[in-house]
């Protein structure tokens, strides 16, 4: 099944790509790979999640706003596939950063919201590589960021 | 001398690479290159080292730590290599996360301990680039993770 | 206009690179790609900034540490070209991380004095993705810390 006819099914609608927050670009592809920048929980271009988990954000909020990391990274490889996601041949690694308090422990269970989603989309294709670990500062005061590593063809 | 024989001389033991502890792939290999997710300290299926360096870990175990994700990133290396460990070209590179008090700035001595155990190992093939942050918080409260990127042939 | 011209015009000088502070090297040339490891900002020989942004570090020093890990970072990739900055294809990747107090949301502007440099002296190749993260502690407490990914020809 095609990517696009599984996003259907799924009920996944793909955003706009995020715009960088400063002087970057949301992905650069070399040779067959492409760098996805560190993704922030984004929505409609404003900011759905804010705050330190295990403080003023749950560990089921953190989730939502790592599954929406994960949705801006397929929307930047949508771009950096001309529209054509099926020329995803391999999530190969997930940088994840959680912004959390001091002894939280569960930034595997926070990141895989994201992980979950990437093989959702994209089958045995979206399975990965992956850091998680925690920070205690994140851009904007967001979350959970989320860089990627991809292989495409 | 191959790398095995340099590992028995070294007296060291490859143990069973690490399961992951959520829904990621222990290592990716692309063209090349193999992405090992981040290992932490488990050994024996449980975890040997627990807690913050400049709190409760001291930095001689913190340097334990490091140097078992060091052992279990070359597990994980035997199992991409399908077990001949002298198909690793060059370890290209460590990330290294230090969970760690506010002010210790000593990430560098915790992470040569998995560093030193690379050159050990592979000789001028384990020399390396590296990164070495400190950190707030880590999955399972565990000291110290690494992962890695690394050239096979 | 070659880089080194460039940076005649810009008035950079490129400095003598910075060894590495551990058992690590400070670049490794796989293929086409030269990971560098994360650089601190040490200025002839010494550590030119210290200590938490937001606590005795300003934002406006933040800067100039990062722009100087940038500035050691162009030091490693002229080393790495063999003193031919002209065969830097593309900026692929800069990993930033900022030692900051806790809610501190401004990583992005204080990594953008390197993204900044890096689009000065190398034009659209300088153009990259990046993560820019916070975190509560640093190699010999310096503020900033950046490694890079880089393709050259």
Redesign the interface.
Known sequence: MSVEANLKELGIDIPTPVA?????????V????V????QIPMQDGKLAFEG?VGDTVSEEDACAAAKLCGLNIIAQLKAATNGDLNRVK?I????G?????????????V??AA??LM?AVFGDKG????????????????PV?I?A?V?IE
């Open positions: 960088p927050v400063a002087n970057y670009l949301p992905f650069i070399t040779g067959n790979l760098s996805v920048s560190g330190k391999r190969v690694k997930l940088g950063f959680v912004n959390c308090v001091d002894g939280f422990g569960n930034q595997p269970k990141i895989n992980s979950d093989v399975r990965h590589s992956r850091s998680a670990v925690g920070t205690n500062a994140l851009p904007l005061n967001v960021e860089d590593l292989e």
